[in-house]
Structures are given as structure tokens and as C-alpha cells.
């Protein structure tokens, strides 16, 4: 007798998602959860990840095995939280680059400013909107977020960090798109930070070669080391890792390790 399977829609295990349509930027996210761990009296640290749908998923297997684990005494209790977007895909492109782009400048053309700019509502989305939902279901330590993002994702966690370092307490970018407008974010670099901030950059060995002409002037792995040197000038707590054989698409998969890892050390009670 033939099989009759019953194919379903495939879930994570312990993760939930909902949709939310923001305020500030008008757009509909999808938002996808898991809580991990005994909740702390401050409340779950929390993990972002930008591109949720891209990475939530990879990210959650991981901090599932290394956070949470009676073998090793891991207990690093935390939230972790993919935003992405409802159009099915992957990456949205057209809606992470509004997102998380810097503010252009006063001039730049009006068919950009359609494309481009918008960081500072998805900030407010996040601020004012997003961490309220999560913490009316999961009660969340505010003062002990984090940011995982690569490429613009990145780009974004680098304009947080220089006009609102406090909004995240832990950076974990790969990749970032440091060249995005003749490397405007540098218009933002503090002359200082506060204490506690800890910052691990990343990108892939291929990155820094210019296989494409669009990428001569890009120096994504240069421009990311020259970054973190600045950064621990000013007494920040950085770390650059060059991941060799990886290109700019899987640069942000070999950084998951590390930077699972580095979470542990950071929430471990």
C-alpha cells in the first residue's frame, strides 16, 4: 500500500512568531521569538537579529545547543528575536535598505531618499514599539540587549552604536557595509563610548578581494579592521575576526559560533 503523507507547514521547535505593522515606519514585520532558559529576576536579555528571516532560524539551533545546555553548565537565559518581513522572501531587499540606512544627506535626490534613510524610524519600531510587545509576553531586561546583523543589518548596528550606543549593550556585526554612501556612518563616530559595550566585527577572507567592479572601492575587510582599531581607541571592548574561505553570503554563518559563544560569556548565571 503507497504512503499518503501529510505534508505540513515545518515549525521551529519552541520559537513563535507573530506580525506587527509599525508606527514609525509604516511597514509590517514579521517577528519571529523563543525565550531559552529560566527567566532572570531582571528580566531575558534579548538578541535581536536583523534579517530574521534569514538567520533566526540557524541562530536559534545554535544558542539552543550552547546557551542552554546541563552538559556543559551552560545557562545563559535570553530572548532571542528574528525581525524579518511578511513577503515571503528570504531578504527583503528594498525594505532592509530603507531600514537600515543611515539618514542621507540633505541633498541627496528624492528617488534615494525613497530607497534609503530611514534608521532612525526602525530605531523608534524598536524602542517604543517592539520591546513593548516583548515585554508584555516575556518581561525583558532592556539595559542587556544585543544586535546581530550583516552587511546593511550591520550598517544599521554601526549607526546605533555611534548615535545610541546604549540601546544595545552587545554588537555582533558582519560584514558591514562600511563603503554605503562614501562611508557616511563615519559622520556619526563618537569621540567616545560608554563603558560595558562590548563590539565584535567580522567578515570572510573573499571579501577582501574585488571579484566584481562595483566592489574596487567597497574594502569591506580593510575598512571593517581600520573600524575596529578605531573603536578600541576609544576604549571600546572590540574584536575583529577574519573568517577564512568565507565570501560575503556565508560570512554571517561562520561568525555564528563566536558569537553564541561570546553571549554565553556575556549572560552565563
Same mark, same amino acid.
Given at each position: 500500500?503507497?504512503?499518503?503523507?501529510?505534508?505540513?507547514?515545518?515549525? =521551529?521547535?519552541?520559537?513563535?512568531?507573530?506580525?506587527?505593522?509599525? &508606527?514609525?515606519?509604516?511597514?509590517?514585520?514579521?517577528?519571529?521569538?523563543?525565550?531559552?532558559?529560566?527567566?532572570?529576576?531582571?528580566?531575558?536579555?534579548?538578541?535581536?537579529?536583523?534579517?530574521? /528571516?534569514?538567520?533566526?532560524?540557524?541562530?536559534? %539551533?545554535?544558542?539552543?545547543?550552547?546557551?542552554? %545546555? #546541563?552538559?556543559?553548565?551552560?545557562? &545563559?537565559?535570553?530572548?532571542?528575536?528574528? $525581525?524579518?518581513?511578511?513577503?515571503?522572501?528570504?531578504?527583503?531587499?528594498?525594505?532592509?535598505?530603507?531600514?537600515?540606512?543611515?539618514?542621507?544627506?540633505? %541633498?541627496? #535626490?528624492?528617488?534615494?531618499?525613497?530607497?534609503?534613510?530611514?534608521?532612525? *524610524?526602525?530605531?523608534?519600531? $524598536?524602542?517604543?514599539?517592539?520591546?513593548? =510587545?516583548?515585554?508584555?509576553?516575556? *518581561?525583558? /531586561?532592556?539595559? %542587556?540587549?544585543?544586535?546581530?546583523?550583516?552587511?546593511?543589518?550591520?550598517?544599521?548596528?554601526?549607526?546605533?552604536?555611534?548615535?545610541? #550606543?546604549?540601546?544595545?549593550?552587545?554588537?555582533?556585526?558582519?560584514? #558591514?557595509?562600511?563603503?554605503?554612501?562614501?562611508?557616511?556612518?563615519?559622520?556619526?563616530?563618537?569621540?567616545?563610548?560608554?563603558?560595558?559595550?562590548? $563590539?565584535?566585527?567580522?567578515?570572510?577572507?573573499?571579501?577582501?578581494?574585488?571579484?566584481?567592479?562595483?566592489?574596487?572601492?567597497?574594502?569591506?575587510?580593510?575598512?571593517?579592521? $581600520?573600524?575596529?582599531?578605531? =573603536?578600541?581607541?576609544?576604549?571600546?571592548?572590540?574584536?575583529?575576526?577574519?573568517?577564512?574561505? &568565507?565570501?560575503?553570503?556565508?560570512?554571517?554563518?561562520?561568525?555564528?559560533?563566536?558569537?553564541?559563544?561570546?553571549?554565553?560569556? &556575556?549572560?552565563?548565571?
Amino acid at each position: 500500500m503507497p504512503i499518503r503523507p501529510n505534508w505540513q507547514t515545518a515549525t =521551529l521547535l519552541q520559537a513563535e512568531e507573530t506580525s506587527v505593522t509599525s &508606527a514609525h515606519t509604516g511597514r509590517t514585520y514579521r517577528i519571529q521569538a523563543a525565550a531559552l532558559g529560566e527567566r532572570p529576576a531582571d528580566g531575558y536579555p534579548v538578541l535581536y537579529i536583523l534579517d530574521g /528571516d534569514a538567520f533566526f532560524p540557524a541562530i536559534l %539551533n545554535m544558542a539552543q545547543s550552547l546557551l542552554i %545546555n #546541563p552538559i556543559t553548565k551552560s545557562h &545563559a537565559a535570553c530572548l532571542i528575536v528574528g $525581525i524579518g518581513y511578511t513577503g515571503g522572501n528570504i531578504r527583503d531587499l528594498s525594505q532592509r535598505a530603507l531600514d537600515y540606512t543611515p539618514p542621507l544627506p540633505d %541633498n541627496a #535626490p528624492e528617488s534615494e531618499r525613497k530607497q534609503y534613510g530611514q534608521a532612525d *524610524r526602525f530605531s523608534r519600531f $524598536i524602542d517604543d514599539e517592539l520591546s513593548a =510587545l516583548l515585554n508584555s509576553k516575556y *518581561r525583558i /531586561d532592556t539595559q %542587556n540587549q544585543a544586535v546581530f546583523g550583516h552587511s546593511f543589518g550591520a550598517l544599521y548596528g554601526l549607526y546605533s552604536l555611534f548615535t545610541h #550606543p546604549e540601546r544595545f549593550r552587545h554588537y555582533l556585526l558582519v560584514s #558591514p557595509s562600511i563603503w554605503w554612501q562614501d562611508r557616511r556612518v563615519l559622520d556619526w563616530l563618537p569621540d567616545a563610548l560608554p563603558q560595558g559595550i562590548g $563590539i565584535r566585527l567580522g567578515a570572510g577572507e573573499h571579501e577582501g578581494r574585488n571579484n566584481r567592479p562595483d566592489q574596487t572601492s567597497r574594502g569591506m575587510v580593510a575598512q571593517a579592521k $581600520i573600524l575596529a582599531g578605531t =573603536l578600541h581607541h576609544l576604549g571600546a571592548d572590540v574584536r575583529f575576526t577574519l573568517y577564512p574561505n &568565507a565570501n560575503h553570503g556565508n560570512a554571517p554563518f561562520y561568525s555564528l559560533t563566536d558569537c553564541i559563544e561570546y553571549l554565553r560569556s &556575556a549572560w552565563q548565571r
